[in-house]
């Protein structure tokens, strides 16, 4: 686990926390090689004042969310509230584990993402899915967080603001938006030097995805942190630009291109060192649906 911290030089600060596991995709036919690069790293934002603090998103795992949960302790930080940006499991599954630790922490998240954070904890869903690609790590006991009752709360006065952003890599996203320090805490809606996940998205989407991106650059904001990032690199809001290219460029070379295989080594030449290329392989076999 890495920690990058940021000081703005405002009332509130953050810091980044980052966990690495290797990626999801298990296809036989996935392309040979990039070794170095199957791995994803998942972020988590502690957004913090002179007492208190903010949680975005939690880790998949019991070894990662611990280790989460003491750096958080370190702090000495009063945990107020868990925002869950999204319903994907690599981004909450880690919440009962930190509520037991932090008890007096509120869960929180839009309306949306509560509800499809119940249906993703579902007993088929995690038995099925997750429980097989990472035995005896994740959780047995998974929370839901609460609804939040407008888009709107506080930490120690400064706002903070749940902004619902449609579909990206998911349906139903929302990022958290901090106005006094320029913040934007992107969960999966954007991503920096990781492949982004296009398993469920289709050209309508990705559209919609663009547009959410276009409507976080008009906030002109000094910080935006993703929810899959190298460790080491920075939170340079010239990633949502950069995300947004990787769309636009995933769709010209799908038009250019006939299999799967070809969208994929067209993608791979141009972000040859990005992580995580199973994804690309997952989103380029369903989009093109022969290899």
């Known amino acids: 686990m890495i920690q990058q911290d940021s000081n703005i030089n405002e009332a509130l600060s953050y ?115 997750w429980k097989p690609r990472f035995p005896g790590q994740i959780p047995e006991k998974l929370a839901i967080p609460e609804v939040l009752q407008s888009n709107e709360f506080e930490l120690e006065g400064k706002k903070m603001v749940a902004m619902e952003t449609g579909f990206t890599d998911t349906f139903d996203s929302s990022v958290l938006y901090v106005p006094s320090i320029g913040l934007i805490v992107g969960g999966d809606v954007v991503y920096n030097g990781i492949h982004l996940y296009l398993g469920e998205t289709t050209a309508a989407t990705r559209l919609e995805w663009k547009n959410a991106l276009d409507n976080l650059i008009k906030l002109q904001p000094k910080r935006v942190v993703a929810g899959h990032k190298q460790p080491s690199f920075s939170d340079d809001p010239v990633i949502l630009m950069e995300t947004k290219r990787y769309l636009e460029n995933f769709e010209r070379l799908n038009a250019e291109t006939s299999t799967t295989i070809e969208l994929y080594n067209a993608m791979i030449a141009l972000y040859p060192e990005h992580a995580n ?15």
Do not use: M
């Open 277 to 291: 290329p199973g994804s690309l392989w997952g989103g380029a076999l369903i989009t093109k649906r022969t290899i």
């Open 15 to 129: 810091s980044v926390y980052t966990s690495t596991r290797p990626g999801l995709n298990r296809d036989p036919n996935t392309p040979p090689g990039l070794d170095n690069l199957k791995w994803v790293s998942n972020s988590a934002t502690l957004i913090y004042g002179r007492n208190d603090a903010v949680l975005v998103d939690t880790f998949l795992t019991i070894e990662h969310t611990n280790a989460l949960a003491d750096s958080i302790a370190d702090t000495g930080k009063n945990l107020k509230y868990i925002y869950i940006t999204h319903a994907h499991g690599d981004h909450f599954f880690g919440l009962q584990l930190l509520l037991d630790r932090f008890p007096n922490a509120i869960p929180i998240a839009t309306q949306a993402v509560a509800k499809n954070c119940g249906e993703h904890t579902q007993p088929e869903v995690v038995n099925d899915f």
